[in-house]
């Protein structure tokens, strides 16, 4: 069964450091996603992706927030300056063309800001 | 206008009983509604969903029944094993063409099923 791949799956970084999530959604898939998840809380949904550009954010995601698709299979997240508050586990998620179709989760990963 | 409500938030359950969680939502304009399970350090995985269309879908053991004029939606599961103990997440969408489909997550139920 096609997989949504994410890297690391754990990071520790120091405050104010720049980190980078790494994902690989499923290879027909046409929008992306990424979700993150503070210990014990429900998932958030942060951002979707379409078409080589964002198409919907939610409050969470500010300017410290960017993602990238840098190639054909890749899809980043990238947090510039880390808050102790953004640690959290990240998921990334993709689906197809029907945008309910296959859409399917990473196993995440667990970003912690010391 | 976006929240989804979840309830309980946590449930024991003995073997073989039925495992029964809640969900409320506000908007109107959700159109689907899937259900998440989630084992500790993965990634929520699709259990069953369902559009407003229809009151009821069974898969297996699972069965989501849906009431749009309560708006309320629930997932029961039968003959409850230990290993179905995992959170569950129900969850609301509205597909964008362009847009995809944005989850909007209840809070969670915390299932325990002893053996």
Redesign the interface.
Same mark, same amino acid.
């Given at each position: 069964e096609p997989e949504?791949t994410q890297t690391p799956s754990h990071q520790v970084t120091q405050m104010g450091q720049e980190v980078i999530l790494r994902c690989v959604p499923i290879s027909n898939h046409l929008?992306?996603?990424w979700?993150r998840q503070i210990l014990g809380?429900?998932?958030?949904?942060l951002v979707?992706?379409?078409?080589n550009e964002i198409?919907?954010k =939610?409050e969470i995601f500010d300017d410290q927030f960017s993602v990238e698709r840098p190639d054909g299979s890749n899809f980043t997240l990238k947090i510039r300056s880390t808050k102790l508050e953004d640690s959290a586990m990240y998921?990334c998620?993709s689906?197809d063309w029907d945008?309910?179709y296959g859409?399917?989760?990473? =196993?995440?990963t667990r970003l912690t800001v010391v | 206008q976006q929240q989804v409500k979840q309830s309980p938030q946590s449930l024991i359950v003995q073997k073989g009983g039925i495992s029964i969680i809640n969900c409320a939502y506000e908007n109107t304009a959700f159109d689907y509604f899937p259900w998440y399970q989630q084992f500790p350090g993965k990634g929520p995985a699709l259990l069953i969903a369902i559009r407003p269309d229809v009151s009821e879908k069974k898969e297996g053991r699972f069965t989501i029944s849906f009431n749009k004029s309560a708006k309320q939606f629930s997932l029961h599961i039968m003959d409850s094993q230990p290993g179905d103990s995992a959170t569950y997440f129900c969850a609301a969408s509205m597909e964008g063409e362009t847009s995809g489909s944005r989850l909007t997550f209840g809070e969670g139920t915390q299932l325990t099923v002893n053996p």
């Open positions: 949504v929008y992306f996603y979700y809380q429900k998932v958030e949904f979707s992706f379409y078409n198409s919907e =939610s998921f998620a689906s945008s309910y859409y399917t989760f990473g =196993s995440g | -």
